[in-house]
């Protein structure tokens, strides 16, 4: 891995990753050297370069999860670029990939939902519940890595960080009542549940106060949920009362 040991000198990057004269403007070297270190230091707290347990895996998707999802540069439309997740994978952190994810599949590498960082980075940008909040990264520890594939593979929910976390809310709240041996198969109906109601009803539509109570009743198996109490931003926008 050249550019690894090479400290990350653009010079010696692949030339698929470097622009023509009239591309765009280069990411910076420094920049690149500052996110490596960064997931690095979390690797190496989580068992990088051993194998070490599911559980230190599971917890370096959470810290790097958090730290991607603070990651300035990753504000901007080049974020949603499967290239960009590609060349972090490929060029920048392969020695990490290969740790993460034994056997090496090439979907851990390429750009989608499926990339090792580009994955992490979703979860934390639409499981954040702000800095306001006393426990603001709480959903990336407890939700389950089944439970954080079915919210971030549904292009419907994962697409929409407000159904992703109250769908994500709800499971918190389920795991309570059913216990997390039961939340796997429970979890599966539910997200199917919610993605039939979001074909006839604009689930975005729901006020914050009755969102929590209609993702409930998708654990609880109820097809019908509460209608709201009052017209949503659409509804007030239609002119119904």
Known sequence: MVTVDAGLDSAHFPVEATYAASGGSPVPDEFLRTLRSALLEIGHACGFPDRGSAIERARFDELASIHL???PEFESGEALRDDVWAFLATVVLPDLVAWRFAGRPAERFQGGIRNAFQRLWMRGRILDRG???GRRWELLAELTEDALVQITERPSVGSDAR?????????VRATVRLGRPAMEDVTREAIIRLRLRNQIQVLSEIEDSELGTVMDSFFTGDSTPPAPAKPGWVGRLLGRT
């Open 163 to 171: 159904l992703a976390r109250g769908f994500a809310e709800a499971w």
């Open 69 to 71: 999802a603070q990651v």
């Open 131 to 133: 800095p306001r909040t």
